[in-house]
């Protein structure tokens, strides 16, 4: 079975500071996809990023990054110069194919940033 | 092009009632799956349905059912409603034949049973 731990419930930044959002992951497959959302208050999952067992590149994108380090087994999410847009429910997710199926999500964590 | 519908948005029931929820998937997409987000914590699978058929299911128990339309639309049932079934109950679409596209999730139904 697969676990995500997202051991961060809730953080709160003001704008323009960097904030790491962090996740753990175990499972016993050798292939497996990492993913994260984000859940703004109305309610729908936005992909952001998907990344597989096989590539620990790190991604940045624009504001973002993602640091996937296979060896700690997590895949820790960055937001350079946070927004207040940037105000939502992260969540880090798991699944075994490249599609996202049964996926099993993290916790979540709640970030808040202020004005 | 519209996203992922579903309805209602939200739904108040009570205890040992039934419950019927709809979601119409993204345009081309033939794939559904359900997940059941209660409050504060993540979403968990329930199941999929792809060709009018269950093929994956979660740890979820058979008071949760549910069905796939020829129009690939499809509907949660749950049966018996407990008091521990309050949640946002999600549905996600994708195209099984694109093998590189994740899927797209709707914005729930918030499900409150008192």
């Known amino acids: 079975a697969q676990k995500v731990t997202q051991a961060q419930t809730e953080i709160s930044v003001v704008e323009k500071e960097d904030v790491t959002l962090d996740c753990v992951y175990e499972?016993?497959?050798?292939?497996?996809?990492l993913f994260w959302y984000k859940q703004p208050p109305s309610g729908e999952l936005v992909f952001l990023i998907r990344r597989n067992s096989f590539d620990e590149q790190n991604e940045i994108s624009g504001r973002y990054s993602w640091n996937f380090q296979k060896s700690t087994s997590s895949f820790n999410f960055t937001i350079t110069a946070s927004q207040v847009v940037d105000s939502a429910v992260y969540f880090c997710?798991?699944?075994?194919?490249?599609?996202?199926?049964?996926?099993?999500f993290g916790g979540g964590t709640r970030l808040m940033v202020k004005p | 092009d519209a996203g992922v519908t579903q309805s209602p948005t939200h739904l108040i029931k009570t205890r040992g009632q039934q419950v019927t929820l709809r979601c119409s998937p993204k345009?081309?997409?033939?794939?559904v799956s359900w997940y059941q987000q209660a409050l504060g914590q993540g979403p968990q699978f329930i199941f999929q349905?792809?060709?009018?058929?269950?093929?994956q299911r979660g740890n979820f128990p058979d008071r949760f059912s549910g069905h796939q339309f020829p129009n690939y639309s499809s509907e949660l049932n749950v049966n018996a409603l407990l008091l521990g079934d309050s949640a946002l109950y999600l549905c996600?679409?994708?195209?099984?034949?694109?093998?590189?596209?994740?899927?797209?999730f709707g914005p729930g139904t918030r499900l409150l049973v008192l």
């Open positions: 996600a679409s994708r195209e099984t034949s694109e093998s590189q596209e994740t899927q797209y």
């Open positions: 345009s081309g997409h033939d794939t």
């Open positions: 997710a798991l699944s075994l194919d490249n599609a996202g199926n049964m996926l099993t």
């Open positions: 499972t016993r497959d050798t292939t497996y996809y």
């Open positions: 349905y792809y060709e009018e058929e269950e093929r």
